[in-house]
Every structure is written in structure tokens, then in C-alpha cells.
């Protein structure tokens, strides 16, 4: 549960809690339109740290927060690589993923930490990550979740009605 090591900066946790802040206020921004290409803008980032700084009580700094955003980013892709294959099944509402041990053992060999962890518990927040990197993987069921989210309230109610964070973006 480390976080990104600065220079100069001791590691720094990141709770569920703190995943869950920062992923609404990340959503939040997107849909404010403060999305410049697949970044923020330095002043942005610099919000973002202050609204987690509010939320949390923690400072993690602008450049732990753009670390946690490539790390939340890279799960997003993997995830949607591994419900890309034909024989790969996803249940959003119970966040298990079902595959043949063949298909398992094929990721593995494309990055084995983090598909053995998603095996195990899934990505409970692809819906809103899909939201904040594009949503351009979401189809059938998910585009249904993804379109009822209509605002940062709403996100993070749903990130917090889904409980337990998808801790293989830390």
C-alpha cells in the first residue's frame, strides 16, 4: 500500500479511503472538462493536491498524485485488456472475473502481479476509471453504470456504496 517515493520524500500510504477521495475528485475534475490531452495542467494538479490536502488531511504532493494517476491509468488499460479476450467474463455487480486457467496463464506471462490480483478481487472502480481515462472500453452493461453517473456527488457515492478499493492501482 506504499506510495510513490520522491526524491527527498518518505513513501506514503494510500488508504481506501484516500483512493476512494481521489478518485472523486479526479471524476470530478474530468467532467469539469479540466482534462488538457491525458493530463492536467500544473495549476490543476496543484488543485487537486489542495481538494486532497481538505479531504484526506494527507499532502501527498502533486507528483505522488500524478504517480497514483499513471499507476490508476495502467490498471485501467490491463483491466480492459483482460475483459477484451473473447473468453473472459466480468460480473461488475460481484466484481468476479471468470476465465479458463489457459486464459489466466497467457496474462500471466504479460504481467503475472497484476492479473493474479485481478483474478483474486477484480477492479471495483473500472466503471469510474473508464469514466476518467476515456470510457472508450466500456460497452454492453458497462456503458449502462458508466451513463448513470451523473456528477462528482454521484461518484462518490458509488465509490463508496462499492466499498473496498481496487488496490492494484497502488
Known sequence: MGGHRGKTKEPMSWSDENEHAFI???YDNV???KLQCSTFT???????????IVVTKSDYGVERL????????KVHRLFSEL????????????????????????????NKTEYRIFRKEGCKHY?????IFGGTTATGGLGY???NLRGGK???????EQGSACTCGK
Open 127 to 131: 466503471e469510474l476509471l473508464g469514466e
Open 145 to 147: 453504470a458508466s451513463a
Open 66 to 73: 500524478k504517480g497514483k494517476w499513471n499507476r490508476l491509468r
Open 83 to 110: 475483459l477484451g479476450h473473447t473468453s473472459v467474463k466480468w460480473d461488475p455487480n460481484t466484481n468476479q472475473v471468470n476465465a479458463a486457467e489457459e486464459v489466466w496463464q497467457h496474462f500471466y506471462t504479460i
Open 31 to 33: 467532467k469539469s472538462g
Open 24 to 26: 472523486g475528485i479526479l
Open 154 to 160: 454521484a461518484a462518490r457515492r458509488l465509490i463508496f
Open 42 to 52: 500544473k495549476d490543476e494538479w496543484g488543485k487537486i493536491n489542495a481538494d486532497m
